[in-house]
Every structure is written in structure tokens, then in C-alpha cells.
């Protein structure tokens, strides 16, 4: 039952404001006085709301809101005054008022007034909840891994938690590099976490999804748009992918990294960012600088902290407690049958955890119920039949077709991603475009929809 202060050093306008909103079903205490309401919230009673009017004896109603909202800033305020004056008004939502009405005025229209700031209340704290919730579900105490590698990152990751130190997360696709860049946000007390995949996003549309833009400042852009930069606030803001980015692109992410200000597209004036800043990439960067494709500048502003996610073959030992927590999300209970775990440890995977949770989910789905079998994991698990790394690939003496090997290559990496063409063309080192052009080359369909890669 929502618990209302209705202060007003009348005692007819107190009776009628506790009458009114009693018989909606709310619980309604009474002060005569700014000094009384706040000795009532002093003494620890939880009010939902306060209902004031400005004009009484001693501390005034807007005096009493902007004390009230200091101490208990999850208080919503309701100002009423007898005198009309716009001056008064914006005095009271300043200090932080819901609204301000002014005397005489309909009960009825108090009541819905006092409904919408109560509902108002009660979003907020839903809000709340859940942004405690999400963040716990991706703390760092969270995420699965008693291996020495993974406990390591685990150390480090706790370790700049809390700075404003730019962390760079290395590692191959599929091994958690976004897990633990929340994990990261997680422990800092952030509140805004916003990812950015870097990879994903066409190069021309980039920067004003990073930065935003002014109206008119091209073709299309119809109304002004605030970019990621702008809306993590103080929060963090995660580009993953980093290392796809063009180098126009790479120029201006140093400017924001070292100077901590941008401008939107098409705009002139500058904008300061407190967002914190965690990039991810699974290329080598040293490589890539040695080719000219990635500002050397920008990776030593990038490299601060780097932090290496491990591969699942690195970290062999945390695949059972994978598997389990796995099972639990997708409601399995059933468990496994003897020699399933044998299959799962022996093999390499080179899709790292993505490629295991997808592995998971799909003899789930065959299993119906009952617990999983060495026949349910798919056959190239099951036969350890994974091809080698290009590095280490040897070509037979009997030759080979470079179409079947890179279509092999393409369907292996759509199938251990469920299709998806973003993480298909990490697995594979290209870009998205570049994978829906070899897909076309090699009539590949029958993996989701076949939209255009921008």
C-alpha cells in the first residue's frame, strides 16, 4: 500500500487531501508543518510521496522538497500553492518536484496526479531491480572458470575493475571477451553499459552510430541523433571488434581515447565524455601494425591493460562446469550418459565456448528429454574431425580444390555459429561483407535469411 505525507498548515485542506485519497486505497499520514514532515521522515517511515503546500509558517513547502529529496531522493514530491506564478513552478521541479498544482483544484485531478507520480515511483524502482539484477548477472564472482588461465583473467579483470583505465580484451572469437568486459562494468559500479560491435556496423554509418549526428547533416539524417559515446553518460562503453575498424575511423577513436571529447557529424560543438572504455579484438594488433592496417598510435592508447581470454583448449578443465550450467539454462535435467563428457574433452574446439554452448543447446534439442548421448553431439565431435589451422595446414601429396576447401571452411564456421553471419566471419578472420560475397560465390544458402550484409 503506497504511504502519502500531506503537509499544509491548513487543517480543512489536510482532512480533505486524507479523505480523498484514503478511499482510493492509500495509506495517508498528515504534518502541520515543513519542520514535522521532515522530523516524520527522519524517523525512518517509508513515504512513497510527499504532497506540500508552499506558503506556511516557517520552512516553506519548496524548502522542505529540496531537503526531502537530498535525504531520500527516491521521494516524489507533489507542490501545491494558492498563488499562480510561473517563478514558483519552476523553483519546485528544480528541486526536484513530480509537479506543482495550484489552489483550488479538483480532488479527482489530485487523485490521478498523485496515481501518475506513484506509478512513476514504482517504474523507477522496477528499473532499478532490474539494472541490479542484469549487473549481477554478469559479475565477475559469475563467470565459470576454476582454471588457472581463467582465474588469472579473473584477477586481473578485478584488479582495473574500478579505474578508468582503458582495458583491451584479447582472445579468439567465441571465447567470452564480452562476458568479461561486463564482468568488468559489473564490479566498477557503472551504471550504463553500452557494446558496440565495431565489425557489424557499415563503415559509412560507424561514426554516427558512435558519435551521432546533427540534422541535415546528410542525406537522410532527418532529425538530430545522440550517439553511443553520448548516451554511456559516466557509464562503459565496449567496442568490440576494434580491430576491423577503417583507418578514417581508427583516427578519430584516438582523438576521442586521448583528448575524451568528440562532435557529432555534421556539428560543431564539442562534447566531453566520462564513458570508460573497454575494447575487445581477436586479431593480433602487433600484426596488423606491422601491415599498416591499424595506427600504431591508437594501439598503444588501446593497449593500457590488456587482458588475454584464453581459448576453451587452454582451459579444458572448466568444460564440465560448462556443460552444466549449460544444461541449467536450457532447462535439461536429465543430465548425460556415460562417455558424452569423454567426447567433449577430447575434442579441440576451435569455436571455443560459443561453438560448446551451440553444441549443448542442439543435443538438447534431440535428446527430447532424455540424457544426452554420444549420438546427439554432432558427427564431426564425435570423430574429432576438425581442420588444422591454416598455419599448420600441409597439402596432400593427391592435391586439392581451393573452391571445396574454402567452402568447407565457410559452411564449418556457419554451422558452429547457428548462422549467425557476424560471428561466422570473426571464426573465418574476414569481414561480414566479404562472407556473404564468398557465400554467393559458393551458392551457400539455408542459413537464415539471406539480407544484405549492410
Not at 531537503?67 to 523553483?91: K, N, S, Y
Not at 546528410?218 to 576491423?244: C, M, N, P, S, V
Not at 606491422?290 to 600504431?296: A, C, D, V
Request: charged share 30%; with cysteine; proline share 3%.
Amino acid at each position: 500500500m503506497a504511504r502519502i505525507l500531506v503537509v499544509d498548515d491548513e487543517p480543512k485542506m489536510r482532512a480533505l487531501l486524507a479523505m480523498a485519497l484514503s478511499a482510493e486505497g492509500m495509506d495517508v499520514a498528515e504534518a502541520d508543518s515543513a519542520e514535522s514532515a521532515l522530523a516524520a521522515l527522519g524517523r525512518g517511515d517509508a513515504f512513497s510521496l510527499l504532497v506540500t503546500d508552499v506558503r506556511m509558517p516557517g520552512m516553506s513547502g519548496l524548502d522542505l522538497v529540496k531537503r526531502a529529496r537530498q535525504d531520500h531522493p527516491g521521494l516524489e514530491c507533489i507542490v501545491m500553492t494558492a498563488h499562480v506564478d510561473a517563478g514558483t513552478g519552476v523553483e519546485a521541479m528544480r528541486n526536484g518536484a513530480f509537479e506543482y498544482v495550484t489552489k483550488p483544484f479538483e480532488m479527482d485531478e489530485m487523485v490521478l496526479l498523485v496515481r501518475s507520480a506513484l506509478e512513476k515511483g514504482r517504474l523507477r524502482d522496477e528499473v532499478s531491480d532490474l539494472r541490479v539484477r542484469e549487473t549481477g548477472r554478469y559479475h565477475l564472482d559469475r563467470i565459470i572458470g576454476d582454471s588457472k588461465p581463467m582465474q588469472e583473467v579473473i584477477r586481473q579483470a578485478r584488479m582495473v575493475a574500478k579505474r578508468d583505465t582503458i582495458v583491451l580484451v584479447r582472445g579468439k572469437s567465441g571465447t567470452g571477451k564480452e562476458l568479461v568486459a561486463r564482468g568488468i562494468h559489473a564490479e566498477s559500479g557503472r551504471e550504463t553499459f553500452i557494446a558496440v560491435n565495431c565489425g557489424a556496423i557499415p563503415e559509412t554509418l560507424l561514426e554516427s552510430e558512435l558519435f551521432g549526428h546533427e540534422k541535415g547533416s546528410f542525406t537522410g539524417a532527418h532529425a538530430q541523433k545522440t550517439g553511443y559515446f553520448e548516451r554511456a553518460g559516466t557509464g562503459t562503453i565496449f567496442l568490440d571488434e576494434i580491430g576491423d575498424v577503417s583507418a578514417a575511423m581508427q583516427v578519430k577513436l584516438l582523438r576521442v581515447l586521448q583528448e575524451r571529447e568528440f562532435s557529432r557529424v555534421g556539428g560543431s560543438r564539442v562534447i566531453r565524455t566520462q564513458a570508460r572504455v573497454i575494447a575487445a579484438t581477436h586479431r593480433n594488433l602487433e600484426d596488423e601494425v606491422k601491415k599498416g592496417t591499424f595506427r600504431e598510435d591508437l594501439y598503444f592508447r588501446l593497449n593500457v591493460f590488456p587482458i588475454y581470454v584464453p581459448s576453451l583448449v587452454e582451459r579444458i578443465d572448466d568444460v564440465p562446469a560448462m556443460v552444466d550450467a549449460f544444461l541449467r539454462r536450457f532447462s535439461h535435467a536429465a543430465g548425460i550418459a556415460e562417455g558424452v563428457m569423454s567426447k567433449l574433452l577430447e575434442y579441440s574446439w576451435p569455436g571455443n565456448v560459443r561453438e560448446l554452448e551451440n553444441c549443448v543447446e542442439r543435443a538438447v534439442i534431440i535428446a527430447s528429454g532424455k540424457p544426452l548421448e554420444i549420438s546427439h553431439l554432432p558427427e564431426h565431435i564425435r570423430h574429432k574431425k576438425v581442420l588444422e589451422t591454416p598455419s599448420a595446414f600441409r597439402l596432400p601429396e593427391t592435391g586439392l580444390s581451393l573452391d571445396e576447401l574454402e567452402k568447407s571452411l565457410l559452411l564449418q564456421a556457419l554451422e558452429m555459429t547457428s548462422g549467425n553471419k557476424t560471428k561466422a566471419a570473426g571464426l573465418l578472420g574476414i569481414t561480414r561483407r566479404a562472407l556473404y560475397s564468398k557465400m554467393h560465390t559458393h551458392s551457400i544458402k539455408g542459413f537464415g535469411s539471406e539480407e544484405s550484409p549492410e
